[in-house]
């Protein structure tokens, strides 16, 4: 393999591995925050509060639970993860098959995530 080729293949896969970290990142950081947003609507808190107790060591799932309110919090956050990958698919960001891809595991993960408490939010 001559220098040239080599060069042109560590260009390319630093490249992959450059949007790998940063589309992971994206989706993350986006998913705790809407989370949040979700969560603190639903329990009629602002996210400031929800924070804290969090901090205190309560989890947003027993929060939800004591009021009968995990279903509507699933069915709102897969509405609004919907929402999101439908943007990035407009924007070009995504490919439909890939947003189908995201959506399936979030709402497998979610899923999963009612039928047992999560571990705590740190910070």
Do not use: C, Q
Request: hydrophobic fraction near 40%; glycine fraction near 2%; aromatic fraction near 8%.
């Amino acid at each position: 393999m001559s220098k040239k080729s080599f060069i042109r293949i560590f260009k390319i896969v630093f490249i992959l591995i450059a949007f790998s970290i940063n589309f992971s990142s994206f989706t993350s950081a986006t998913n705790v925050n809407i989370d949040l947003t979700v969560a603190s609507k639903i329990l009629s808190i602002s996210e400031d509060d929800l924070k804290r107790k969090l901090d205190e060591g309560k989890s947003i799932y027993s929060m939800l639970n004591v009021k009968g309110k995990i279903d509507e919090f699933k069915e709102t956050l897969l509405s609004e993860i919907k929402s999101n990958l439908d943007k990035d698919i407009k924007s070009g960001r995504l490919t439909k098959e890939k947003a189908d891809e995201i959506y399936k595991l979030k709402e497998s993960n979610i899923s999963s995530w009612a039928e047992k408490e999560p571990v705590k939010l740190n910070k």
